[in-house]
């Protein structure tokens, strides 16, 4: 009986388990079958999706940089160019310490601490590198250790690239410019400019002159390469490849040997100068001293260069060309007697008697003429041969301030010439509204005054003073200045000559116009201010001298150059074109307290014209006798 | 003896269908291992050693008298019992698990051993008390279960803990523990979830967390799960081809001869090779099916049933973790990963089967 109860409970224990056992079935089906539906839904259903995920993964879009195009000057010497070198960089997505990974590169290649910070700037500046450079310039005992060593280095490669380099270092710094690294801001430009994309494998964007004016020329364009990348990154194989386009020369319209003449023409002086072809406004020397050496912003200059150039007293990164506000002192005064011709305030023979001063009609303010006692009788030719003052003062009085303005407007006083440099000032031509908006102030007769003889509210750039020489030697009639002479593109061997339309004609009097003229060339000749400086001249040339106060003088006060300090010495001007009946050149020196026009900035014109004219290269600057120097305004 | 008599007494307890299945399954773990371990011939050697090693062990569990096995139930229990308690005290630190014990020549990994050892014990338990089993026996048995799965745990190596949970509970289940006893413990164990929370490790909530939303980690732990279901979603139908796995051969996928190796083999034979190889898993475990109705014992039934229902959850998890419907707890793909402990583990179960199968009519006479 027992035995039964036990075998009926054995069958019914199997008759459980065999239900349990089919249930766990069930359960094992039913788990099978979510897998499969997981399958087909990948696979089929998100199949497309996950197809380009996996594309995404594999195939990475390189962009290769374009080579920057050169820069040249107008005779095909290079002002700009590349060279290849090794840098050592690291992609920093691929690297979990970078301050110990820099610090056991250190070992093996020289960093200095320079480099580090230069690393620390870059790493602040927020933009996402893909490769951050460690170093550049790896000499080649750098390359090869670092080749044995870089197994230990995952995301650290050697590549070889393309650097800017600027041969002429100081000279032409202010004109050529220089790239650097490009900044947050800049990328947010590119990108409203939607050309970002075109800038995926560039570092370098140009910051300032040329480099910055025509970067949309010189930039090229970004190929690109379709890479297989496994997962670390590393390039499997090329798939497909775009090639980039290089960028476009630039052919200057300076003539960089002129450059040289002039700047070594300055010797230790700091100033400015701008020469023209005043026939079609190219720019052929645009000078301005002290410069510096743009090659040190390319990759971020370091703290004390920086410093160095920054404190300096002599402000070597202003371009005092383009931005250098001065008075224009008596280079004013050709304009003036055009001005008072134009009018018929003056005729060529009316003459006045100089006692040494001018005064208003019931004023006892004297306005005192540079010359003690003055200089007799004079006309509108010898006004501009022995600069007088009171004629201008009289003059100008007469004119009014209006008349001033607009005649001076038209040379493009006080307006921007439009060339193509960034961050051109306009100077200052004043008028009795801009005095009214400025100052609040109705404009007085004594304004005027001043203003006749170039030391009133007006201010001037040595550029603007060049251009306005350039019309008055090419007869009124205006070309904008302009750097570039052509684009030259590598490709497809096009050039493009840019910039010889005319500006305008102010539409002068020629006989005003010989009559100012002959007064400039007789400036430069016996008698003149700048005789000194035209003495010898094989060939004939124009000129003006002119002084632009640092400091007021008081009534009756005399200036005495040796007493006042470097800095408060007057800045000397010089305008010039020659040759004077067909000119090729005009210019325009300013030499920053350099007391007289005669005595600093006509010898320096007298170099350039020297060379330009006559190819001849300057002797080392005569020894200037200050004693002597007083001969003019 | 003639060499035909030696030959038969060599397969008499082996089972051929189950045989063919799982050399079909071996087969293709040595094709895809080529494949994922980018042309390794000395990986695919490897093994095939591992799979010779693997193989001995079928043939003597096979070959062995199922009291033999029940013999071995507590002393191999008490064993790995003993190695898991000097494991929590002395095992070495790998990866942030203590999981290692180093016993001079060599270390091991004891939870490897408790993947038989647990069912074995269990299964040995019920047997001996089949005639009065009471509630107080499935409540003695759980705590065989919950003790070393609760030190495996620890380690912490959360996959090996609830497959070998899932292992015992098989056993408890088809030993016929009562409906409503199962889901009070369901009814609990739900209840104790937040507790059990806060004991997790941080990287073990992040697992859990992570299979809630792989995305939110692209770049980290995410990675793992994200490649593999673009390796599996970009093979489509047909899949890319063998040894053209973009996401494989590109290294996109991690640990692709072990853990992974279901995306690799995914990727290049697409939903029409996944479709096969859940055939081959499904016979297998229908064969497993088939011996476990046919046991003859309290303790083979048990014992068979729960060795496939094990190999099953195996499979199922790595295949569901590498899909990403469940999380990546660290469970190779039973047969196809790269690994020698794991394959000889899986054979010696199929020993068992087998010997389970074949010393049944010996039993009976």
Redesign the interface.
């Known amino acids: 009986m027992k035995r039964l109860i036990?075998f009926k409970d054995t069958q019914r224990?199997i008759h459980?388990?065999?239900l349990?056992?089919a249930l766990?079935?069930g359960f094992?089906?039913l788990?099978?079958l979510?897998?499969?539906v997981?399958?087909?839904y990948?696979?089929?259903m998100?199949?497309s999706?996950?197809?380009t995920?996996?594309?995404n993964?594999?195939i990475s879009i390189v962009p290769i940089a374009p080579s920057r195009g050169l820069i040249l000057d107008r005779n095909g010497v290079v002002l700009a160019h590349n060279y290849s070198a090794y840098t050592l960089e690291i992609t920093l997505s691929k690297v979990i310490d970078l301050k110990a990974t820099i610090d056991e590169l250190a070992k093996i290649v020289d960093i200095q601490p320079g480099d580090r910070k230069r690393i620390k700037r870059l790493l602040a500046d927020n933009r996402k590198f893909e490769s951050l450079p460690i170093r550049n310039r790896l000499t080649d005992d750098e390359v090869a250790r670092f080749a044995t060593q870089r197994y230990r280095f995952p995301g650290v490669e050697i590549k070889a690239r393309l650097f800017r380099e600027y041969p002429y270092h100081e000279q032409i710094s202010h004109l050529i410019g220089y790239i650097g690294r490009i900044n947050e801001s800049e990328i947010a430009q590119l990108e409203e400019d939607e050309i970002a994309a075109n800038y995926r494998g560039s570092d370098y964007i140009g910051k300032t002159g040329i480099e910055q004016n025509y970067e949309s020329e010189l930039h090229g364009k970004t190929g690109f390469q379709q890479v297989?990348?496994?997962?670390?990154g590393r390039e499997?194989r090329v798939l497909s490849r775009t090639p980039p386009v290089s960028g476009n020369n630039l052919v200057l319209t300076i003539d960089a040997k002129l450059q040289g003449v002039a700047e070594q023409a300055f010797g230790n002086y700091r100033g400015a100068l701008v020469a023209i072809d005043p026939s079609n406004g190219e720019v052929l020397a645009f000078v301005s001293k002290p410069g510096y050496d743009p090659n040190l912003f390319i990759d971020g200059i370091d703290e004390q260069s920086w410093n160095e150039l920054n404190n300096s007293s002599d402000v070597p990164l202003n371009n005092r060309a383009l931005r250098g506000q001065y008075s224009p002192g008596s280079t004013i005064k050709p304009f003036m007697a055009l001005a008072g011709l134009h009018y018929k305030k003056r005729t060529p023979s009316y003459a006045i008697s100089d006692p040494g001063y001018f005064s208003l009609p019931n004023s006892h303010h004297q306005y005192r003429d540079w010359k003690k006692g003055g200089h007799g009788s004079v006309d509108l030719f010898k006004s501009i041969v022995v600069s007088c003052d009171t004629y201008y003062y009289g003059l100008a009085n007469e004119l009014g301030i209006d008349n001033i303005y607009s005649f001076f407007s038209e040379f493009g006083f006080g307006k921007k010439t439009g060339i193509d440099l960034e961050g051109e000032v306009s100077g200052l031509m004043p008028s009795q509204e801009w005095k009214q908006k400025r100052h609040q102030q109705k404009w007085y007769a004594g304004d005027t005054i001043s203003v006749g003889i170039g030391q009133g509210y007006n201010l001037v750039t040595p550029l603007q003073l060049a251009y306005a020489t350039a019309i008055l030697a090419n007869d009124g009639v205006a070309y904008r200045p302009h750097l570039l002479k052509e684009v030259q593109s590598l490709r497809t061997s096009e050039k493009r000559i840019l910039g010889m339309n005319q500006e305008s004609n102010l539409n002068l009097n020629a006989e005003h116009l010989a009559l100012v003229k002959s007064a400039m060339v007789a400036v430069t000749q016996p008698g003149g201010t700048a005789a000194r400086a035209g003495a010898g001249a094989p060939y004939v040339f124009a000129g003006k001298t002119g002084t632009a106060q640092v400091i007021g003088m008081k009534q009756g006060e005399k200036y005495i150059e040796s007493k006042i300090q470097e800095h408060h010495r007057d800045h000397a001007w010089f305008m010039a074109f020659a040759p004077s009946d067909q000119p090729r050149i005009a210019l325009a020196v300013l030499v920053e307290n350099g007391g007289h026009g005669s005595s600093t900035a006509a010898p320096i014109a007298r170099k350039v014209l020297d060379y330009f004219l006559l190819g001849k290269l300057p002797q080392p600057l005569l020894a200037v006798d200050e004693a002597e120097g007083a001969e003019d305004d | 003896m003639t060499r035909r008599r030696l030959w038969q007494r060599f397969v008499a307890h082996l089972d051929p269908v189950l045989l063919a299945a799982l050399g079909l399954l071996l087969l293709v773990s040595l094709v895809v291992l080529y494949s994922a371990s980018g042309g390794n011939w000395f990986r695919v050697l490897a093994q095939m050693t591992n799979i010779l090693v693997a193989c001995v062990a079928l043939w003597i569990v096979a070959n062995m008298p199922l009291h033999y096995l029940m013999r071995a139930a507590v002393p191999v229990y008490l064993l790995g019992m003993v190695l898991l308690i000097a494991v929590a005290f002395f095992g070495e630190i790998a990866h942030g698990a203590r999981r290692w014990l180093n016993i001079g020549v060599t270390t091991i990994q004891p939870s490897e051993l408790m993947r038989i050892a647990v069912p074995l014990m269990m299964a040995w338990y019920f047997e001996k008390h089949e005639?009065t089993l009471t509630l107080k026996n499935y409540f003695v048995a759980t705590l065989l279960l919950l003790l070393p799965v609760a030190l495996i745990a620890r380690q912490p190596d959360l996959g090996t803990a609830i497959l070998i949970a899932a292992s015992g509970f098989?056993v408890l289940?088809?030993a016929?523990i009562s409906w409503r006893v199962m889901l009070t413990s369901l009814v609990i164990l739900m209840a104790s979830m937040p507790l059990a929370w806060s004991t997790l490790h941080d990287y073990q909530r992040h697992r859990i967390m992570m299979l809630l939303d792989p995305a939110q980690d692209a770049l980290g732990s995410g990675y793992h799960t994200i490649?593999a279901?673009?390796?599996?979603?970009?093979?489509?139908?047909f899949g890319k081809g063998y040894l053209n796995g973009?996401?494989t051969h590109?290294?996109?996928l991690p640990e692709r001869t072990t853990d992974f190796i279901f995306a690799v083999y995914?990727e290049e034979f697409?939903?029409f090779g996944?479709?096969v190889l859940?055939s081959l898993?499904?016979f297998v475990?229908?064969r497993g099916?088939v011996i476990?109705?046919n046991a003859s014992t309290?303790f083979t039934?048990l014992m068979a049933?729960s060795i496939t229902?094990t190999f099953?959850t195996y499979a199922?998890v790595n295949?569901?973790m590498v899909?990403?419907?469940l999380p990546v707890v660290g469970v190779p793909l039973p047969l196809i990963s790269y690994g020698g402990t794991s394959m000889v583990i899986l054979l010696l179960g199929f020993g068992m089967l087998m010997s389970i199968h074949t010393h049944k009519k010996l039993v009976q006479t």
């Open positions: 036990e224990e459980n388990f065999r349990r056992l766990s079935l094992v089906l788990l099978l979510l897998l499969l997981r399958f087909v990948l696979q089929v998100q199949h999706h996950y197809q995920l996996a594309e993964n594999r297989e990348v496994d997962a670390g499997v | 005639a098989y289940f088809l016929g490649q279901i673009i390796a599996v979603g970009s093979g489509g139908m973009t996401q590109l290294d996109f995914s697409g939903l996944n479709i859940l898993y499904l475990i229908a099916f476990t109705a309290y039934r049933g229902l099953f199922f295949m569901g899909s990403g419907i």
